[in-house]
């Protein structure tokens, strides 16, 4: 009887012992199929704060007043793509590359030129206290972005950007990110996943792209300016909760936004806001309506050099 | 969403095999033979047979030996075409009789003759009209005299115990009726009196040992815990005859055993006399059956069994909670119909899927581990449960049994999506026709050919 006893609930323990074994083993397996992957969780965070940090400490560069830097171009990147990897899904109607889709080859080029001038990336926290007349920087700063958060710039530019000690700004659609990582399709429009921002959070500081409005209306109006103001700041607020808060900086898609949108900016803390109207940052520049250079596909060297203000022969 | 109906359904189908699992676990700590009442409550044993000539005396032999007195049994002759009735009388020197009166009850087809054995004073038989089983056993009921009926399939042979398990049970005022162990006559060696668990057997045949015996020993002996059994197999059950009668008797279908027991819920639910009623399983009240030994005598009876099974959920499916227990209801809904018959569809399209959503794939696999897991633990809690209830495997059978649980896990269990499937599916397609399908012949000729006249427990 007692041993019986014993023998039922040593029975009872080793099985579940192993039934919790199968379940943990495939726990992740099944709520990974569970995850709808169409779209991040509004109240969920991509828990970034501690290998962000970085980007919070502001340098003091020692520069001299000639060596200080008037102005500073903003680069503005979409995707990153190896020339052998490219399909019909890269290439438009007439057989250009899309403009946002820049050869991996072409990027390394890229950076090696900005290397050999000397250039230091500014993060935007010192980008912006330059801009208010805040902080000296070496002539020879620039600064370095991505839109939309494609998974191609977690595999190919972060290496890149890294080797050459750079570090750039990545404004993130946040509803596009993906709980679960997949394998790289380079072939297909695949948002990061968010162990992709975990492992580039050295080189990137992420920012908002918005959570879900990077759309337009039927009659092709950005959600941005075509949808009720509540609805923005309910899709902008959601993307501040999975950026863990983080309000330094926004870029509306397409660079459409109206005086009201940058009403909401100032109202919902961000420090400063993108456009992609080209040109220079100056001390004084609005600081709502940051202007960026875009570096389209195809772009000749000489092309490159002239947009972040080198001139030819210099190195 | 379909993945989530599928998960679902799936830890309804985790938490039904936990509680197959442990509660017989817990229940059933101490070896139990069971006790022997002094006192005999009289039994009528109630045997239909049709066209039953190649194995009616196996069913004979086991009556002969049993260790009981108050009891009478009762062939009934349902119209045979064959010589059934000629093998009987050859045995029994049956006399015609006018002493056997019927209760007048319930109605059945007419009744030919009634002949009492010369030989053996307990044993009438009833010669009557075919009308199918159900009919057989109300005319069965109708002549019986005693308190308890048994219903008895003719290729079924009683253990010498048996009633006596079953007197013992009905000592209890508030059962109405109980469901006895079916065992396989194959799975064991030797004769009737000291028969030996084997399990030296074609798959096919292993399979149905697991099946029966994870169903008696774990699934029925819980369902009786809960009050919730909801089919006592028609091969031998237990009932108060005055039950049968309130019930009006079997009704005419194939699946006249679910029906009979479903119905007794009903007078529970319905009829105040019955109301603190119980339907009990008793393990000790052993018979053995002969199960098919080919897979085509296998599938017509699973195709039987499930084509019954969706009749009766369709004929009691309004009386479900309302003149049905809420537990009966319950496990009829959620473990027989779900998850026993609709899950099998879309399990059998698990493959399909899988091609087509390339990602599930390793849910199928956490899906067919858990199962394959719980299978392989519930058929060891049923060795360990059956070793408790004195069914012993000795060394190298037990060897066998336990390496044949896993494999029959992945391997036969599968038939059973086979036939709940395609049964439920040639329900639909003929129902008006599916009623006349016959009994399974048996390959195998008749064990017995003698019986020993010479027992004098008769």
């Known amino acids: 009887m007692l ?66 830097a008037k102005q500073i171009t903003v680069l503005m990147y979409h995707r990153v793509i190896p020339e052998d990897q490219l399909n019909d899904t890269h290439v438009q109607a007439n057989g250009d590359l899309f403009s946002t889709i820049i050869l991996k080859s072409e990027f390394d080029e890229q950076m090696q030129i900005l290397q050999d001038a000397g250039y230091t990336t500014l993060t935007l926290k010192e980008l912006e206290l330059f801009i208010q007349g805040n902080l000296d920087v070496p002539e020879r700063s620039i600064v370095l972005t991505f839109d939309d958060g494609f998974k191609d710039n977690a595999i190919e530019a972060a290496p890149v950007l890294r080797d050459h000690g750079f570090t750039a700004a990545n404004f993130v659609i946040t509803g596009a990110v993906n709980m679960y990582d997949s394998a790289y399709k380079p072939g ?93 940052v100056k001390q004084g520049t609005d600081i709502y309506q940051v202007p960026r250079k875009e570096v389209l596909a195809n772009e000749r060297i000489q092309d490159f050099k002239e947009k972040i203000g080198l001139q030819d022969g210099d190195t | 969403m379909l993945l989530k109906i599928t998960l679902v359904l799936f830890i309804f189908f985790i938490c039904f095999q936990l509680l197959y699992i442990l509660y017989p676990l817990y229940a059933v700590n101490k070896t139990n033979k069971g006790t022997r009442l002094k006192r005999e409550k009289g039994i009528s044993v109630v045997i239909p047979a049709y066209n039953e000539e190649a194995i009616i005396l196996n069913c004979l032999q086991g009556i002969i030996n049993l260790n009981y007195n108050n009891y009478e049994i009762i062939f009934v002759n349902d119209g045979s075409q064959d010589k059934t009735l000629q093998i009987l009388n050859d045995q029994l020197d049956l006399r015609p009789t006018f002493k056997k009166l019927p209760a007048v009850k319930i109605p059945h087809q ?62 209890d005022k508030n059962i109405i009726a109980a469901g006895g162990l079916v065992q396989i006559q194959q799975g064991f060696r030797g004769s009737i009196l000291k028969p030996r668990p084997t399990f030296k057997l074609r798959g096919l045949v292993r399979y149905q040992i697991i099946q029966y015996l994870t169903s008696f020993y774990l699934h029925k002996f819980t369902q009786a815990k809960l009050n919730s059994i909801t089919v006592i197999a028609g091969a031998f059950g237990a009932f108060r005859k005055q039950a049968l009668f309130d019930a009006n008797g079997y009704r005419k279908t194939v699946g006249e055993d679910m029906d009979i027991t479903l119905k007794i819920h009903k007078l529970m639910k319905t009829n105040n006399r019955y109301k603190k009623g119980k339907l009990t399983f008793i393990p000790q009240a052993i018979c053995y059956t002969q199960c098919p030994e080919t ?29 049905l227990g809420f537990s009966a209801s319950f496990f009829l809904i959620f473990d027989s119909f779900l998850l026993g018959t609709l899950s099998a569809f879309p ?93 399974i012949k048996h390959s195998q000729q008749p064990t017995v050919s003698k019986i020993s006249l010479n027992k004098n427990t008769i």
Not at chain 1, 234 to 250: K, M, P, R, W
Not at chain 2, 305 to 310: M, N, T, Y
């Open chain 2, 295 to 323: 897979f085509k005598d296998l599938y017509n009876q699973r195709i039987r069994w499930q084509k019954a099974f969706i009749d009766c959920i369709l004929h009691f499916k309004k009386s479900l909670f309302r003149h």
């Open chain 2, 110 to 171: 007419e009744i030919k003759d009634i002949y009492h054995s010369e030989l053996f004073p307990k044993i009438y038989l009833i010669d009557k009209v075919n009308g199918g089983k159900a009919d057989a056993l109300n005319a069965g009921i109708e002549y019986a005299a005693k308190e308890i009926v048994v219903t008895l399939d003719a290729d079924s042979i009683l253990d010498p115990d048996s009633l006596s398990a079953i007197n013992s049970s009905f000592e």
């Open chain 1, 188 to 280: 297909e429009y695949q948002y990061f996943s968010v162990d992709d921002l975990h492992n580039t959070c050295d080189v990137f500081e992420f920012e908002s792209h918005t959570y879900n409005f990077h759309k337009r209306m039927e009659d092709n109006t950005p959600y941005l300016i075509g949808k009720p103001d509540k609805l923005v700041q309910e899709d902008l607020e959601a993307s501040i909760v999975n950026l863990d808060g983080n309000t330094q900086a926004f870029a509306s898609p397409y660079g459409a936004f109206d005086k009201e949108n940058i009403q909401l900016f100032k109202q919902l803390d961000f420090n400063m806001a993108f456009t992609v109207i080209p040109g220079t």
């Open chain 1, 3 to 68: 041993r019986n006893h014993l023998f039922n609930i040593f029975f009872t323990l080793i099985f579940f012992g192993l039934f919790s074994l199968i379940i943990s083993f495939y726990y992740d397996d099944v709520s990974r199929a569970l995850y709808d992957p169409a779209i991040f969780p509004t109240d969920k965070s991509f828990d970034l704060q501690a290998c962000q940090s970085w980007r919070d400490d502001t340098r003091q560069f020692v520069v001299s007043n000639e060596n200080k």
């Open chain 2, 347 to 439: 399990t059998i399209l698990i493959p399909i899927t899988l091609l087509i959503y390339i990602n599930g794939y390793m849910v199928a696999a956490a899906l067919f581990t858990v199962a394959i897991f719980l299978a392989i633990y519930q058929g060891i809690v049923m060795v360990i449960v059956g070793a408790r209830f004195g069914m012993n495997y000795s060394g190298r059978q037990l060897l066998k049994v336990l390496l044949f649980i896993p494999f029959e896990a992945i391997t036969y269990r599968l038939l059973g999506l086979l036939f709940v499937t395609t049964g439920t599916i040639l329900y639909f397609k003929n129902k008006n026709s599916w009623y006349v399908s016959k009994r």
